[in-house]
């Protein structure tokens, strides 16, 4: 399972840093992405990093603002987000898929999904 949290309002400018908690698998061996919804908007992939970490992907829409980092040891993915813009306003979400032999980052590679947590950005 997959849990984001750490979602709330921010105001333009502004930082906020997401939490996604796995469990029942391991952060080592399975590929790891952020991703976005916005209301009446398609799924959009952020970041993503392999299971070993050696290897990582960054949307253009966020590159130089959002960063991802991983506690593999208590199995925690983070999202670290600066510069927030109003268009950032969205529901984040994590997911998860067994280590592929090369990283994607498309929603629709990956088998496990958490609940998202919403970001919204406002002044």
């Known amino acids: 399972q997959l849990q984001a949290s750490g979602g709330g309002l921010v105001r333009p400018g502004g930082s906020l840093r997401l939490s996604c908690e796995v469990s029942g698998l391991s952060l080592r061996t399975h590929d790891i992405g952020w991703f976005r919804q916005a209301p009446g908007k398609e799924r959009e992939w952020l970041l993503c990093?392999?299971?070993?970490?050696?290897?990582?992907r960054t949307a253009a829409s966020v590159r130089g603002r959002f960063t991802m980092s991983r506690d593999n040891e208590k199995n925690t993915v983070f999202l670290i987000m600066i510069n927030l813009r109003l268009e950032d306003t969205a529901v984040y979400s994590c997911?998860?898929?067994?280590?592929?032999?090369?990283?994607?980052?498309?929603?629709?590679?990956?088998?496990?999904w958490g609940k998202g947590t919403l970001v919204t950005v406002s002044s």
């Open positions: 997911a998860a898929v067994p280590r592929l032999p090369t990283l994607f980052c498309h929603p629709n590679l990956y088998d496990y």
């Open positions: 990093s392999s299971g070993n970490d050696d290897s990582a």
